[in-house]
């Protein structure tokens, strides 16, 4: 069975920093390229960075996001981490990892931005 736990969300400050992970199971993780999600307020899911399946995978971030999020991975794991900082109020929402094709998704974790 394919899961995906996501966590590392909080709150913080306007500038702040986060660290959120996931740990994905129930196939080869290292295969597979892993994307991280946005679901702000009232909003659907929003791509938001991608990282390559193997080690030194490729990564693609969103334009709101370019120069502040980092996203990466550890095969050995089985996790997909985003590293955020600088955040801002509209970074607020819950975030997911997700491995195309599956259509499974995590509870996801939530960030709220705010002074």
């Known amino acids: 069975e394919v899961q995906f736990v996501e966590s590392g969300g909080g709150s913080v400050q306007p500038g702040g920093s986060l660290l959120l992970s996931c740990v994905a199971s129930g196939f080869p993780f290292s295969a597979y390229t892993m994307k991280w999600y946005h679901q702000a307020p009232g909003k659907g899911r929003e791509l938001v960075a991608v990282?390559?399946?193997?080690?030194?995978?490729?990564?693609y971030y969103v334009d709101s996001v370019k120069g502040r999020f980092t996203i990466s991975r550890d095969n050995a794991k089985n996790t997909v981490y985003l590293q955020m900082n600088n955040l801002r109020p509209e970074d607020t929402g819950v975030y997911y990892c997700?491995?195309?094709?599956?259509?499974?998704w995590g509870q996801g974790t939530q960030v709220t931005v705010s002074s």
């Open positions: 990282v390559a399946q193997g080690s030194g995978g490729g990564t």
């Open positions: 997700n491995a195309p094709p599956f259509a499974t």
